[in-house]
Structures are given as structure tokens and as C-alpha cells.
């Protein structure tokens, strides 16, 4: 009985196989070995064609194993005679098992016996059934693999090449070592599968693996042992999907719920600060207008001399109500042309005596003159807040605070990374001011945190200080940055857009000459101690005053006969009806009375209001105020008004 009729009768796919110089001839089959291979042809021609597709390199390297000794630079998986291969037909993993016959010729020549038995991942099925789900596990986006006991790839699909850039006939019969993995994720990877093996139990991991092009993806790893009929698990089933997308959408979603986060907390907190500053500058006002008031009459050296300085303590109360302001948005800005060699000089002043004897403050300026149209007051504190910054960043030991102003055309690329880049045209004229100091410097965590209100690494931090300073930075439109390197120093950068127009203001206010006044003023106020110090500061000027409390009794006085009142000064803020909704009433009976609002809110946004209900005629009054500010807004409410 020749060879063909022995295995016609094998249930098992098993082939008599001879190599040839560029084939491996089969030279007969049993008929699950043909169904195996897809064909289902009986004569020779048949087992020819066969046989063109059946000649994996594996194949070759087993056929030497089977004659001796293995050869030079086989896979460690081809050890000796019998050892078995991983074949893959159709997509699905064969064990095949190569055996030369007794009868054989010569090593290399000859016949040889090949059995080949499906690895244990596979139900029984025909070869339209093993080709369907074959070409369902090739063509998953994930990474299918069974590994074995040794943890070699007994198959893998062929979504590893996008993964690793080696085929899936690179990795079968090796493990990750043998791949040339990196050695912390070979321990890692057999690490899992000896879990697994262990405990037959589930593994999912998370891992990062090297792409073809250098970068590095994230992958969720399953791993489930496979077991056999008879219980034993002699192979597992890994699954890896890259979620590097996933991670970075993640990421990126966190990212910007921690932003928003921080603007609503930023936000909460700028809505407190600008609700207590305006609360606060309530109680100012009382304070301050009685205080001038009582100066204003008080003919004792010494009493006026102690009222003074309650108004001054008052004013600089006030001063902090308006950094709190600032960093709510809402700060007052009473912008004009200011020359900035000026506002330095005044600063240093400012400055002298808070400045410890160990700091040296070096200041230098343009032969130029650089304008600017900017708030004085609140310029000058972003400047002594960032002087101070720097006199703080020394310690006990002391240094140089360079301060510098030059001329320099806006550059959108030199402001990348910024805080806040300044608003103006690409090339427009900017006078920056850098404050310099070589002290401690600062890391990029705090970096990332010194503009936050209350925020301080000194003992004596001043809270509000830069947060303010930013807030009022971003008010003019201006620009900041800060480089910082620790152990090295602090640059801070300021830029503001070059005014050009007109005669930069070098001075303050004058106080104005006080003249008796007459005429009626409504003043509408509900809070009782502002209500009363503003009636007795106006009733001081010379005016009859009366005083309501809300706008409802406002409304009730204008309505009485023969009022005759000439002007009004309104809260804007009440409980009922606002200054707005007081305003637009009183226009309706008395469309050309004087009107001045009074409010511890920035006026820009007031301002608004009124354009939008085109009343230019109302003036505006920050709370608090001394008499001698009352008295210029009455007076530019109603320069015509009797007595004036």
C-alpha cells in the first residue's frame, strides 16, 4: 500500500512531504489535509498546486531540525527533532510537526512526515466557517495574539505591523524578547501571562508601547486563558486595543474642565471681592465724607490736623477696595496722558520709605518722552507692586532692582507665552517697563500661580498684589510677561501702547476753590450713614438737601408741589428700584435735571448704561468720596446751577 492510499483512511490532516530545490513537493495528503489547505482536487497536478503554496520558511528551518542538529541562526523554538512550528493557514494557527521517515535518503532529502493540528482556539467547523472567522480576526483593529507557556506568539493578526512594524510571521514561535523588545516591557508583558497561567483568571492592563515612528501609544490589555476540553490551558488569549486617542481626548477634556473650573472659581471669587469692595466703600464713605466735612470746619490746629489723617486712612483704605476691584474687573479708571518718566519719579517717592536699606533701586528712562493713556493711580500701583515683588525676592541679604523703560515695536512672536499680550497692531509703538531682579527666581509651579489672588511665598505676602496688577493690566489693554529661572531671578515685562496725541499730565488735580452754593438736591441713598454724610456734605456747600431712602420715596418727592429741586445725586445700587430704573422715571417729569450717580463700581461700566440711553448730561461720583470730590461733581452735573 503506497502512501496515498495509507492516508486516505487518517482522519487527521497529515501529508507526505518531499523538498525540492525551490518547492516542498506533496506527495500525498490525507483529505483533512487537503480541506486544511482549501483545495479539493485528487490527482497529482492537484497536490502540485498544493504544494506551490505550502512552503512558510519555518517549514524549512523545521526540515533541517528534523535531520540533526538546528541551523546556524534558527529560532530557539526549533530545538530538535520533532519539535513543532506555528503554521498559520487562512488566517487561523496550526501546530505542525515535521518527522523524517526511516526510509529516507540523506539529511535534506527524501520524505518527511508532517501532522498538523489546529492550536485550540478554533470550534469545529468546515473551511468556509475557519476562513470567515479568520479573515474576521485579521482584519480587527485590535491586536489579537495567543500566547503560549513559554510565552512565545503562537498567533498573531495582522494589526501588530501598524504596532510594531514587523509582520505577524516575525512574531510567531518568538517571544517579546526575541523580537527585540525592551527588556522592562518583557518582564512586564510575561509578568501578566504568568498571572494569568497561575491564577486562570482574567488580566487587564494598561501599558505604553514604542510606534514605528518613535512615538509612544497607550494600549488596554486583556488577557483570558484559553483552557482545552480537558481542562488544561496550555495557550492564552491577549487583546490590546490603543486607546492613545482615547487618552489624549481625555486629556485634553480635563484639561479644559480644570480650566473651567478655575474660571468659575476665579470668577466666584472676583464677584466676592467686587461685592465686598463696594460694601466696604460704603462704610468709607461715611467715614471719609464726615471726616473732610469735620476738617472743613474744624478751626482747631490739631483737630484738623487728626481728621486729616482719618481721611488719609480712609483714602487708603479705599486704595485696597480698589485693588480688590481690579482683580473683580470693575476697578475705576480715570485714564489721561502720562508721561512715564514722571510716574517713575513719583513712584520712587512713593516708594522710599518701604524700600529696606539692603535694596538698591535703579531706575532708567528714555531721553524721550513715553506717553501713555493710563489711570494714574492704578499704573502706579501695578508699577510698586512689581517693585516690591522684586525687593521681596532677595531676603534679608539685599540687592538691585533694575527698572527700565524703552521704546520697542510690537512683535506678536516676542509675546508668545505671555500672561496677557498687549491689544495693538503688529509693529505699534509700545513703552515697556521691565522690573529686574536676581534673586530667588521662581519654578514654573509658581509660575503658574503667582497672578492667583492671595497667593504669596513670602511670610508678608500682599495677596491681591498681582493679581490686582494683572487685572489692571488687561483694563488698559496692555501686555505682561514674566521669564523667571530659580536661583537666577525675576523679569517682569509690562507694555503699553504709546500715546502720541496731546500733553502727558505730570501732576494731580488741584483742589478746587470752594464756593457757596444754592438750589435744592434730592439725595437718595439707602444706606443711612452714606445718606446722611452725603446730605450733611452737600447741605455744606451751601444747598438745601432732601434725603430719601429708597427710589420709591425718591419719586414721592419729586412729585411734591413746589420741590423745586435742581439736581439730584442718586445710589445705584438700591434694594425696590436701582439708579438706572430711578433715573429713567425721574427723566420722564424732569427730563433736564442735573443728576449725579454715586457707586463704589467702576464707572466704564456705568457709563455704558447711559450711552446706551443716550443721558450724557449724568455724572458719575466713586464712592468713597471726600467734599472736595462731591463738590467738582455737582459742579460739572450742573455748572449753571444758582449761586454757581
Given at each position: 500500500?503506497?502512501?496515498?492510499?495509507?492516508?486516505?483512511?487518517?482522519?487527521?490532516?497529515?501529508?507526505?512531504?518531499?523538498?525540492?530545490?525551490?518547492?516542498?513537493?506533496?506527495?500525498?495528503?490525507?483529505?483533512?489535509?487537503?480541506?486544511?489547505?482549501?483545495?479539493?482536487?485528487?490527482?497529482?497536478?492537484?497536490?502540485?498546486a498544493c504544494a506551490l503554496r505550502f512552503e512558510p520558511p519555518a517549514l524549512w528551518r523545521?526540515?533541517?531540525?528534523?535531520?540533526?542538529?538546528?541551523?546556524?541562526?534558527?529560532?530557539?523554538?526549533?530545538?530538535?527533532?520533532?519539535?513543532?512550528?506555528?503554521?498559520?493557514?487562512?488566517?487561523?494557527?496550526?501546530?505542525?510537526?515535521?518527522?523524517?521517515?526511516?526510509?529516507?535518503?540523506?539529511?535534506?532529502?527524501?520524505?518527511?512526515?508532517?501532522?498538523?493540528?489546529?492550536?485550540?482556539?478554533?470550534?469545529?467547523?468546515?473551511?468556509?466557517?475557519?476562513?470567515?472567522?479568520?479573515?474576521?480576526?485579521?482584519?480587527?483593529?485590535?491586536?489579537?495574539?495567543?500566547?503560549?507557556?513559554?510565552?512565545?506568539?503562537?498567533?498573531?493578526?495582522?494589526?501588530?505591523?501598524?504596532?510594531?512594524?514587523?509582520?505577524?510571521?516575525?512574531?510567531?514561535?518568538?517571544?517579546?524578547?526575541?523580537?527585540?523588545?525592551?527588556?522592562?516591557?518583557?518582564?512586564?508583558?510575561?509578568?501578566?501571562?504568568?498571572?494569568?497561567?497561575?491564577?486562570?483568571?482574567?488580566?487587564?492592563?494598561?501599558?505604553?508601547?514604542?510606534?514605528?515612528?518613535?512615538?509612544?501609544?497607550?494600549?488596554?490589555?486583556?488577557?483570558?486563558?484559553?483552557?482545552?476540553?480537558?481542562?488544561?490551558?496550555?495557550?492564552?488569549?491577549?487583546?490590546?486595543?490603543?486607546?492613545?486617542?482615547?487618552?489624549?481626548?481625555?486629556?485634553?477634556?480635563?484639561?479644559?474642565?480644570?480650566?473651567?473650573?478655575?474660571?468659575?472659581?476665579?470668577?466666584?471669587?472676583?464677584?466676592?471681592?467686587?461685592?465686598?469692595?463696594?460694601?466696604?466703600?460704603?462704610?468709607?464713605?461715611?467715614?471719609?465724607?464726615?471726616?473732610?466735612?469735620?476738617?472743613?470746619?474744624?478751626?482747631?490746629?490739631?483737630?484738623?490736623?487728626?481728621?486729616?489723617?482719618?481721611?488719609?486712612?480712609?483714602?487708603?483704605?479705599?486704595?485696597?477696595?480698589?485693588?480688590?476691584?481690579?482683580?473683580?474687573?470693575?476697578?475705576?479708571?480715570?485714564?489721561?496722558?502720562?508721561?512715564?518718566?514722571?510716574?517713575?519719579?513719583?513712584?520712587?517717592?512713593?516708594?522710599?520709605?518701604?524700600?529696606?536699606?539692603?535694596?538698591?533701586?535703579?531706575?532708567?528712562?528714555?531721553?524721550?518722552?513715553?506717553?501713555?493713556?493710563?489711570?494714574?493711580?492704578?499704573?502706579?500701583?501695578?508699577?510698586?507692586?512689581?517693585?516690591?515683588?522684586?525687593?521681596?525676592?532677595?531676603?534679608?541679604?539685599?540687592?538691585?532692582?533694575?527698572?527700565?523703560?524703552?521704546?520697542?515695536?510690537?512683535?506678536?512672536?516676542?509675546?508668545?507665552?505671555?500672561?496677557?499680550?498687549?491689544?495693538?497692531?503688529?509693529?505699534?509703538?509700545?513703552?515697556?517697563?521691565?522690573?529686574?531682579?536676581?534673586?530667588?527666581?521662581?519654578?514654573?509651579?509658581?509660575?503658574?500661580?503667582?497672578?492667583?489672588?492671595?497667593?504669596?511665598?513670602?511670610?508678608?505676602?500682599?495677596?491681591?498684589?498681582?493679581?490686582?496688577?494683572?487685572?489692571?493690566?488687561?483694563?488698559?489693554?496692555?501686555?505682561?510677561?514674566?521669564?523667571?529661572?530659580?536661583?537666577?531671578?525675576?523679569?517682569?515685562?509690562?507694555?503699553?501702547?504709546?500715546?502720541?496725541?496731546?500733553?502727558?499730565?505730570?501732576?494731580?488735580?488741584?483742589?478746587?476753590?470752594?464756593?457757596?452754593?444754592?438750589?435744592?438736591?434730592?439725595?437718595?441713598?439707602?444706606?443711612?450713614?452714606?445718606?446722611?454724610?452725603?446730605?450733611?456734605?452737600?447741605?455744606?456747600?451751601?444747598?438745601?438737601?432732601?434725603?430719601?431712602?429708597?427710589?420709591?420715596?425718591?419719586?414721592?418727592?419729586?412729585?411734591?408741589?413746589?420741590?423745586?429741586?435742581?439736581?439730584?445725586?442718586?445710589?445705584?445700587?438700591?434694594?425696590?428700584?436701582?439708579?438706572?430704573?430711578?433715573?429713567?422715571?425721574?427723566?420722564?417729569?424732569?427730563?433736564?435735571?442735573?443728576?449725579?450717580?454715586?457707586?463704589?463700581?467702576?464707572?466704564?461700566?456705568?457709563?455704558?448704561?447711559?450711552?446706551?440711553?443716550?443721558?450724557?448730561?449724568?455724572?458719575?461720583?466713586?464712592?468713597?468720596?471726600?467734599?472736595?470730590?462731591?463738590?467738582?461733581?455737582?459742579?460739572?452735573?450742573?455748572?449753571?446751577?444758582?449761586?454757581?
Amino acid at each position: 500500500m503506497d502512501a496515498t492510499e495509507l492516508l486516505a483512511g487518517v482522519a487527521a490532516p497529515v501529508a507526505v512531504i518531499e523538498p525540492t530545490t525551490d518547492a516542498c513537493l506533496v506527495v500525498a495528503a490525507s483529505p483533512s489535509f487537503r480541506c486544511m489547505m482549501g483545495y479539493r482536487g485528487e490527482g497529482d497536478a492537484d497536490l502540485l498546486a498544493c504544494a506551490l503554496r505550502f512552503e512558510p520558511p519555518a517549514l524549512w528551518r523545521a526540515i533541517e531540525a528534523a535531520d540533526g542538529d538546528p541551523p546556524a541562526g534558527a529560532p530557539p523554538y526549533v530545538v530538535a527533532e520533532g519539535d513543532f512550528i506555528v503554521w498559520s493557514v487562512g488566517g487561523l494557527p496550526f501546530q505542525v510537526c515535521v518527522r523524517r521517515l526511516a526510509t529516507s535518503a540523506a539529511p535534506g532529502r527524501g520524505r518527511y512526515c508532517l501532522t498538523a493540528e489546529r492550536y485550540g482556539i478554533v470550534a469545529d467547523g468546515g473551511p468556509r466557517d475557519q476562513f470567515f472567522f479568520g479573515q474576521i480576526v485579521e482584519h480587527s483593529p485590535d491586536i489579537i495574539a495567543v500566547i503560549d507557556r513559554q510565552y512565545r506568539h503562537v498567533f498573531v493578526n495582522g494589526a501588530i505591523t501598524e504596532a510594531s512594524g514587523q509582520t505577524p510571521e516575525d512574531f510567531v514561535g518568538r517571544d517579546h524578547r526575541a523580537l527585540g523588545i525592551p527588556e522592562e516591557l518583557v518582564q512586564y508583558f510575561q509578568g501578566v501571562y504568568r498571572e494569568v497561567f497561575e491564577t486562570g483568571q482574567e488580566g487587564r492592563k494598561e501599558f505604553d508601547f514604542p510606534a514605528p515612528d518613535g512615538s509612544i501609544h497607550n494600549y488596554l490589555s486583556r488577557v483570558v486563558p484559553l483552557p482545552e476540553e480537558s481542562g488544561e490551558t496550555r495557550v492564552l488569549l491577549s487583546y490590546a486595543r490603543d486607546i492613545t486617542e482615547r487618552r489624549t481626548v481625555e486629556a485634553e477634556r480635563l484639561a479644559l474642565e480644570r480650566k473651567l473650573q478655575e474660571t468659575q472659581r476665579l470668577e466666584s471669587l472676583g464677584l466676592l471681592a467686587g461685592g465686598i469692595a463696594h460694601d466696604f466703600n460704603n462704610i468709607l464713605t461715611s467715614v471719609l465724607g464726615m471726616a473732610s466735612l469735620a476738617r472743613a470746619h474744624c478751626a482747631d490746629a490739631m483737630g484738623a490736623s487728626a481728621l486729616e489723617q482719618i481721611e488719609r486712612a480712609s483714602l487708603k483704605a479705599a486704595e485696597l477696595c480698589n485693588q480688590m476691584l481690579a482683580y473683580a474687573g470693575r476697578g475705576q479708571t480715570l485714564k489721561a496722558q502720562l508721561a512715564m518718566d514722571a510716574l517713575l519719579g513719583e513712584t520712587r517717592e512713593l516708594l522710599r520709605g518701604s524700600l529696606p536699606k539692603q535694596v538698591e533701586l535703579r531706575l532708567s528712562s528714555p531721553s524721550e518722552t513715553l506717553s501713555v493713556h493710563a489711570d494714574r493711580a492704578q499704573l502706579q500701583q501695578v508699577l510698586m507692586n512689581l517693585v516690591l515683588n522684586a525687593v521681596e525676592s532677595y531676603g534679608p541679604q539685599g540687592g538691585a532692582v533694575d527698572v527700565q523703560v524703552t521704546r520697542r515695536p510690537f512683535v506678536r512672536d516676542e509675546w508668545l507665552g505671555a500672561v496677557v499680550a498687549p491689544e495693538a497692531a503688529e509693529g505699534a509703538p509700545l513703552a515697556c517697563v521691565t522690573v529686574e531682579d536676581h534673586g530667588a527666581g521662581m519654578d514654573a509651579e509658581t509660575l503658574g500661580k503667582v497672578f492667583e489672588p492671595f497667593f504669596t511665598t513670602k511670610f508678608a505676602g500682599r495677596g491681591l498684589g498681582l493679581a490686582a496688577t494683572l487685572g489692571i493690566v488687561r483694563g488698559h489693554g496692555g501686555g505682561l510677561v514674566v521669564r523667571s529661572t530659580p536661583g537666577e531671578g525675576t523679569c517682569f515685562t509690562l507694555g503699553l501702547l504709546v500715546s502720541e496725541v496731546g500733553q502727558a499730565a505730570s501732576v494731580m488735580p488741584e483742589r478746587p476753590t470752594r464756593e457757596s452754593s444754592t438750589g435744592h438736591v434730592l439725595v437718595v441713598d439707602d444706606e443711612p450713614s452714606v445718606r446722611q454724610a452725603t446730605q450733611l456734605m452737600v447741605e455744606a456747600l451751601g444747598f438745601q438737601v432732601t434725603a430719601a431712602p429708597d427710589g420709591p420715596s425718591a419719586l414721592k418727592c419729586l412729585e411734591t408741589p413746589d420741590a423745586g429741586f435742581n439736581m439730584a445725586v442718586l445710589d445705584l445700587t438700591m434694594p425696590r428700584m436701582d439708579g438706572f430704573e430711578l433715573l429713567r422715571r425721574l427723566r420722564v417729569g424732569s427730563p433736564d435735571l442735573p443728576v449725579v450717580l454715586m457707586s463704589g463700581y467702576v464707572e466704564s461700566d456705568i457709563r455704558e448704561r447711559f450711552e446706551s440711553d443716550d443721558d450724557s448730561g449724568v455724572q458719575f461720583l466713586q464712592k468713597p468720596f471726600s467734599l472736595d470730590a462731591l463738590e467738582r461733581a455737582l459742579r460739572r452735573a450742573a455748572p449753571d446751577a444758582p449761586g454757581r
